[in-house]
């Protein structure tokens, strides 16, 4: 039981450039999010989503998209890449929204320049 | 609008004297409460949740409806417990979005 994996572990990107953030869990958790971590702002909400096909904005959306074609895989892009997305990006998984655990994978930190 | 409030940034405290971080929360009716740990390069982790009433690695949390706090206490710090806090109360209805808000955190250094 692997948990909640993201690839890659660190990525460097030029300004303007284009990725995808990989994300998977193995617990058959319906719902997945995505935060960014920076310094003095704790965890921010980017998105998240309660469910297979079901994807919703979170506190900062802006630069970012989502899709959940699969319960195991919420997958992240940067549709072009700027240095305020400098950033360590967090995804988690839980069996529900209020009152479960939130299981979180190990982190990718990004940084463009 | 929901809110969870963490009024430290950073707080520095000697290996065994006591350590509290705070934690203010505005939400209508009772959320569930969670303390997540994050050590240093590492992913986040709950180091406990308020329905349990456990222990875990010497600190517990007491829910004080009245002061809608749910601060994170240990009596005697050690070196270990340098990481940051983050503290996630979750309300049980409405979800969405509000249901995955976490604090801003609170880094913890314990010095020797």
């Known amino acids: 039981n692997a948990g909640v994996t993201q690839t890659p572990k660190f990525q460097v990107l030029k300004t303007g450039q284009s990725m995808t953030l990989q994300c998977a869990q193995d617990?058959?958790?319906?719902?997945m999010s995505w935060y960014r971590q920076d310094p003095g702002m704790g965890l921010r909400l980017i998105h998240y989503s309660v469910g297979a096909g079901i994807t919703d904005q979170g506190e900062v959306p802006n630069g970012y998209n989502v899709s959940r074609s699969t319960t195991e895989d919420f997958p992240l892009r940067l549709l072009s890449a700027a240095p305020s997305q400098t950033s360590v990006y967090f995804c988690?998984?839980?069996?529900?929204?209020?009152?479960?655990?939130?299981?979180f994978g190990p982190g990718t930190r990004l940084t463009v320049t | 609008a929901q809110r969870v409030t963490q009024p430290e940034k950073l707080l520095s405290v000697f290996k065994g004297a006591p350590v509290e971080l705070k934690c203010n929360y505005s939400?209508?009716?009772?959320?569930?409460l969670f303390w997540y740990v994050q050590y240093s390069r590492q992913r986040l982790q709950l180091l406990l949740r308020?329905?349990s009433r456990e222990s875990i690695k010497g600190f517990t949390a007491d829910l004080n409806k009245g002061e809608t706090s749910f601060h994170l206490k240990k009596p005697f710090a050690q070196e270990e417990d340098s990481a940051m806090y983050y503290c996630?109360?979750?309300?049980?209805?409405?979800?969405?979005?509000?249901?995955?808000?976490f604090g801003k955190g609170t880094h913890l250094i314990i010095q020797p």
């Open positions: 617990m058959n958790h319906e719902y």
């Open positions: 939400y209508s009716g009772s959320p569930e």
């Open positions: 996630a109360p979750l309300p049980y209805s409405g979800g969405g979005a509000d249901g995955l808000t």
């Open positions: 988690a998984s839980s069996r529900g929204v209020a009152g479960y655990e939130q299981y």
């Open positions: 308020h329905i």
